[in-house]
């Protein structure tokens, strides 16, 4: 996306670093690392240059001991992002308590249901491990506790099983486990094997979590396909994928969809069913929001059903007009027309927020550090309010993430892959952002450091984010955090060095 013309490079309106500045502060950074590990980092941190291909950093490789890195793992992919959210089913953290206490209920998925009847999203399901259950194994106690959870929770629709560290270790059979549970319960039990050391981060999580679905889930929509037993449906099925209704979010994206006379049959996985994933297969084409965490299944059923995908970006006005018109192409010419309506129907109220923000926002920078998507999604959100991005980088990113982002950002951009907290906060006083959107791990950092904040895993107890709605909210926190009247009591360090 190019920036509006109001937008100019960070060179010339700073006039604070320039790129060879930025290069030299990366080796200034690096500095303080032994050898070894300053060798392994200078890799991830680089400066993007226009007309390249991609950012020129190394990403998805082991973080180095001992550097802080905000990466989570792969039980975290699994449960956090890519099952927890499924709201019908029961979600066992198999392994001690620990793990499942940490992951529970903490990016605010909203759905629609009753919270211990029917839905179990903001509920917390662990197995318990205790010193005996890691000498003997814990087959027989996971077996008991789907049991159980059957009796107590009958409306539930499965059972998927989380499986922590330890499982691996010891060895428990949850396949096993979860063929036998099910055939007893006559209920969908998948197994997934997602404990926490596999991989290098979170991003391994998503894929396990994506294989589970194929190996598991699909196989009961082949099933019914065989029996003659799946509805025809519309030419304007669609499924939204990689959507975890953070604040809202999905409904806001659906809200969209369906007034461009699109039929959206499944939702997954935030406020998204057993069901839904089921018949995923049957939709025509599937949009997928985080690309990071549903690409993998999205190829599958595009070689498996012959299902197109699409990557679409619903932040600020300008992507969401562009990703309509993205997705409208695939379909007729009503469908067309229709995206041209909702785009004019939504233009005076996006004009409106504009009109109101960005006299305040213009020309503030931010740095971003997040996971998933929103490293580049969120950038053009930013840009209509009349910011500039400086800085940006993915906790768990791969290399076609960082292809993907030289789409969204300036040459002289700063690049920084799984960066440490020291590194994260050298740049920041270097860079002297007025804004850093990040996670919750760094909010409270710079907030000591009296820098503006917003927490963009989970929008800050805030959302949604998404859609033309999204975006007046999405402006009105950015005000918010920049402009409150707070700052004007407590100094940055580099303001209090200048007095």
Excluded at 151 to 169: A, D, K, M, T
Excluded at 267 to 274: A, K, V, Y
Excluded at 425 to 437: S, T
């Amino acid at each position: 996306m190019t920036p509006p013309e109001s937008a100019t490079l960070i060179d010339e309106t700073t006039a604070e670093l320039t790129t060879v500045d930025k290069k030299a502060l990366i080796k200034e950074v690096l500095e303080v690392y032994p050898d070894k590990a300053k060798k392994k980092r200078e890799k991830h941190l680089n400066v993007y240059e226009e007309g390249k291909s991609d950012c020129g950093v190394k990403s998805n490789i082991k973080s180095v001991p001992g550097s802080m890195t905000t990466r989570g793992c792969a039980y975290a992919g699994s449960k956090g992002v890519v099952w927890g959210p499924i709201k019908d089913m029961i979600h066992i953290s198999h392994g001690p308590v620990g793990c499942g206490y940490y992951s529970w209920s903490g990016r605010r998925n909203y759905y629609i249901g009753t919270t211990g009847i029917d839905t179990f999203g903001t509920m917390q399901f662990t197995s318990d491990f205790q010193e005996r259950d890691i000498v003997f194994g814990g087959d027989k106690k996971l077996a008991k506790l789907i049991t159980e959870l059957e009796e107590l929770f009958p409306l539930n629709r499965g059972v998927s099983i989380q499986s922590e560290c330890p499982i691996g270790l010891i060895g428990d059979d949850i396949e096993a486990v979860a063929k036998k549970s099910a055939k007893e319960i006559g209920k969908t039990v998948v197994p997934v094997r997602c404990e926490g050391f596999r991989g290098v981060s979170q991003s391994l999580g998503h894929h396990i979590a994506n294989d589970a679905v194929r190996d598991w889930v699909f196989p009961q929509y082949d099933k019914a396909k065989k029996a003659g037993e799946v509805p025809s449906g519309t030419p304007y099925d669609v499924a939204i994928i990689g959507d975890y209704n953070i604040g809202g979010d999905a409904w806001s994206s659906r809200i969209l969809l369906e007034e461009i006379g699109l039929r959206v049959v499944a939702q997954w996985s935030g406020d998204g069913t057993l069901h839904e994933m089921i018949n995923t297969p049957s939709v025509k084409l599937n949009l997928v929001h985080c690309y990071r965490s549903m690409n993998y299944i999205s190829r599958h059923m595009e070689e498996a059903y012959g299902i197109p995908w699409l990557e679409y970006n619903f932040f600020g006005p300008t992507k969401i007009a562009e990703s309509l018109r993205e997705i409208a192409a695939k379909f007729d010419e009503t469908i067309q027309a229709n995206a041209e309506k909702v785009i004019a129907k939504y233009e005076a109220q996006t004009q409106a927020v504009i009109d109101k923000y960005r006299p305040r926002l213009e020309g503030k920078t931010v740095a971003l550090m997040v996971g998933g998507l929103r490293p580049r999604h969120v950038v053009p959100a930013f840009y209509d309010l009349g910011m500039k991005l400086i800085g940006t980088g993915y906790e768990f990113g791969h290399n076609d993430d960082y292809k993907r982002t030289t789409h969204y950002v300036e040459n002289g951009t700063l690049i920084y892959d799984d960066v440490s907290a020291y590194e994260f906060e050298q740049f920041v006083k270097e860079l002297k952002p007025d804004l850093i959107a990040s996670g919750i791990k760094e909010k409270y950092v710079f907030q000591k450091m009296a820098l503006p904040f917003r927490q963009m895993h989970s929008w800050d107890y805030s959302g949604p984010y998404h859609g033309y709605d999204g975006f007046a909210i999405f402006a009105r926190d950015m005000d918010l955090a920049l402009n409150s009247p707070t700052w004007s009591l407590i100094g940055t360090p580099w303001k209090k060095a200048e007095r």
